[in-house]
């Protein structure tokens, strides 16, 4: 009753300042946010009045409640205190919801690096396949073109250290593309330092590996360095003469090509058809010339050799001039042919014919081999056989 007496008149002497009772729900909610908060008079709503004298219908809406301390009417505001600790009270809650936020992005990021679904600036190991391949397959072809050509040796091998080392990067391992690379440097650098010293020997020693067999002015340059290539270059010379100024051995060497010849393709002889082979021979060995090349001797293998780049007749002509006579001729079979002399002569006046005519000439290369035996150099005899069935056979 007392209270409820005091609060009717407005205001009891020597009491502080009392709220009525709240009606509504909005006006309990502040209440009791006023009644819990540790600083006395702070609300939520800065704005919000709880004088008793703004409540419509309250008993003191006419009569302003005095202030406790100085007994005059005056509207409440919360204090700086009171303002300060919101300010700090909501700081604190945006912090601590942009802390939880970063903690959970955090979060997500480990399980993403561990599960590796997504990692910033790294790939799966199969990213760097492509370039693995490319280093090997670059460095191959390093290896291969620098034999021919150090330049496109040296260009493979830098491509394929450039794609070793971009797979590298992708965390793949191309060990074997980085050495098939430097192999392939390597390889080019030896082809590199070969060619020159090539060029700068043709340079100092013009007469190493310049053709030579010009005797005309009774000056031959000799080839050899060392005396067992003397020796051998000197039968080389005197063997291959024999092709220019032919001597009645290698007359009859190169008949017995010609007419062994002409049995193998046709099966008959020279003397099957009237004619001499020697005199074949002569006719293929007339306007033939050389140029000895370069010469070898090796003490320790008891080998020599002897190149040299030959014009000779060419004895294909022969060949077909007999292909095309058989061919015309009436008989059907080697026997008829040699049991008809009316096709013989058909055969062996378009073979004559052949021998008259301005033959051509056909340039080839050839070698002769040599063995050192007892101490003194010698030809291979079987070897010239075989070279000169190789200029002259049909």
Known sequence: MARDHANANGASAGSAWQPVQP?????????????????????????????????????????????????????????????QAE????????????????????AIRRAQLKGGDAREGATSPSAGTGHVVAAVIMGVLAIIAASSSWLVGFVFAVIALIQAGKAKKLGSS??????????????????????????MGGLLDNDSYAPDGDTSSGVVRMLSTT????????????????????DE?????????????????????HADLGLDATETARWALEGGSYSLSSVFAFDDDKEGSAYADVTVRDTSALDNTLWEAVSSVESDTLEELRNNPADLEIVASAYRDALESTPEMDDRFIDLQFTLQDGEWVLDEEYWDYTLDDLYHM
């Open 23 to 83: 009606t509504s729900r909005e006006e309990r909610v502040r209440y009791r946010q006023r009644q819990f908060t540790p600083i006395i008079g702070s609300v939520v709503d800065a704005g919000d009045d709880f004088r008793t004298s703004t409540r419509p219908g309250s008993p003191a809406a006419s009569t302003p409640a005095p202030s406790p301390q100085t007994g005059k009417s005056r509207p409440w505001a919360p204090s700086s205190a009171t303002t």
């Open 227 to 246: 005396p067992s290539e003397a020796r051998v270059e000197e039968l080389a010379r005197a063997q291959f003469d024999k092709l220019v100024n032919p």
């Open 174 to 199: 191309a060990v074997l593309g980085r050495s098939l690379g430097i192999l392939g440097i390597i390889v080019a650098s030896l082809a590199l330092i070969t060619t020159a010293f090539n060029s």
């Open 249 to 269: 051995d290698t007359i009859q060497r190169v008949a017995d090509v010609l007419d062994e010849s002409m049995y193998e393709w046709y099966g008959f002889t």
């Open 87 to 106: 300010a700090a009270r909501s700081h604190a809650a945006s912090s601590k919801k942009a802390r939880a936020q970063e903690l959970r992005r955090k």
